[in-house]
């Protein structure tokens, strides 16, 4: 079985156990949001400033692995035109459940983001990526899709895990795993996350995740740092995520 699916079953069983990242929008904030009252996140506590989206309104949006109708619902609520695209079918069966609950339009479609996304050139004003690139071995190759399907300007929201959560064990008190974290090559990783139910996760530097982002055309404007929201590291202070907000260079 290809990783990406065993990453997909996984989620779809988190999803029917309850995981926070799994569960639809209520109405009551899906009318919040229609007056104006809304956050989301790309990172486990920090709302995304309302200043990285400009004017949402008739602007389309690409969800990228942003299935589970957190997001997306929020985003239509403000008169975007949103497509979102998931591997995990959980996660897009509640995107058309608060879709056809709340009455909008949203194009959903499955498909591996470590594949040629399946959009037309400049397709999007903006991708919203929460984090995610943690299930997937390669980034650089999304960063290029990103900007392939982007317009000019368009922008690119996205959260991105450093590293930290790959190299402490349980407890989150000592240091046990060696960098970078690739259970494709290392056997003892591969059981460490089968032995936590964590699928095949993968960690990142930051060369690929800003400089893979530099070298796809982008332009970083901001970033902010995250923690776990839980946990000795986050009760620490200490940073496991960061959001980026670049922009695709302008013809």
Known sequence: ?????????????????????????????????????????????????????????????????????????????????????????????????????????????RADMTKPLPFPDDSFDLIFHPVSNCYVREVRPIWRECARVLRPGGRLLAGLDNGMNFIV?????????????????????????RRGDGGVQFSHTLEEQLGGQLEAGFTLLALYEDTNGSGRLHELGIPSFLATLSEKKKD
Not at 22 to 33: I, K, M, N, V
Not at 174 to 191: A, C, G, S, T, Y
């Open 1 to 109: 079985m290809d990783y990406q699916d065993i990453n997909a079953a996984m989620i779809d069983r988190w999803v029917d156990e309850g995981w926070e990242w799994g569960r639809p929008l209520s109405h009551e904030s899906f009318e919040r949001a229609k007056r104006g009252d809304w956050d989301v996140r790309l990172t486990p506590t920090k709302a995304v400033p309302h200043a990285w989206f400009g004017e949402l309104k008739g602007r389309r949006i690409l969800g990228l692995a942003s299935g589970g109708a957190q997001q997306m619902p929020v985003f239509a609520a403000l008169g975007a035109v949103c497509t979102v695209l998931d591997y995990s079918p959980r996660q897009l069966e509640s995107e058309r459940a608060v879709a056809a609950r709340e009455g909008y339009d949203v194009e959903i479609v």
């Open 169 to 193: 064990g349980d407890g989150e008190r000592e240091i046990v795993n060696r960098l970078p974290f690739d259970p494709l090559k290392n056997p003892d990783q591969m059981e460490l996350l």
